[in-house]
């Protein structure tokens, strides 16, 4: 049974069909994808497409996808979770988006930190990394503010709008 979470003011939960709307609205927002490493969604196609993945990678324990809503709403206003699962190593990446409307609110922090908790105690992960683009100054503060540690600098890492882009590399371990 896929996990749901809950924060004080947030319900973390499995993205399901129905949410395919917003995640259309999520994934086609250019500055949503700024610093993501994929062009915007042209079509809700895609959108059924990402749900579909997020679903699989939680099925082959390959990743975990949580869809993010205010309690007093069954809004989706973005997604958290881990994608390179490797229950062997007891590692784990992860990635967030939000809606610029819920940017600066402190609502990514406090979906971050849930499901970091729940990496710790439920999947037994013993490091949660991170890789940002250089330039994305809010992600790179937001994960230095929670306690991840700048490991070091991927060069052209990333190949995003017709550059090679470099990334940071950030690790929070469980001790």
């Known amino acids: 049974m896929f996990p749901v979470l809950e924060t004080d003011r ?3 939960r499995q993205i399901h069909e129905r949410d395919r709307e917003s995640i259309y609205t999520l994934f086609s927002n250019e500055n949503v994808l700024r610093y993501y490493g994929q062009s915007p969604f042209e079509n809700e196609e895609q959108a059924n497409d990402l749900i579909n993945h997020f ?6 324990r390959k990743g975990i996808r949580w869809g993010i809503e205010l309690k007093a709403s069954e809004d989706l206003m973005g997604t958290v ?5 490797s229950p062997n190593h007891r590692r784990a ?9 819920y940017w600066n609110n402190g609502l990514g922090s406090e979906a971050i930190k849930r ?6 105690t439920e999947m037994k992960l013993h490091r949660v990394g991170a890789v940002v683009f250089v330039e994305n100054d ?10 991840f540690e700048k490991e070091g600098l991927l ?21």
């Open 55 to 60: 679903n699989n990678i939680y099925t082959n």
């Open 138 to 147: 809010a992600s790179n503060n937001l994960l230095e503010k929670l306690g």
């Open 93 to 101: 990446e992860i990635g967030y988006e939000l809606l610029p409307s």
């Open 155 to 175: 060069k052209e890492y990333m190949f995003h709008n017709g550059k090679y882009k470099d990334t940071y590399i950030y690790s929070f371990l469980k001790n």
């Open 81 to 85: 979770g881990f994608h390179l699962w």
């Open 115 to 120: 499901v970091i908790q729940y990496s710790f």
């Open 10 to 12: 947030l319900n973390l």
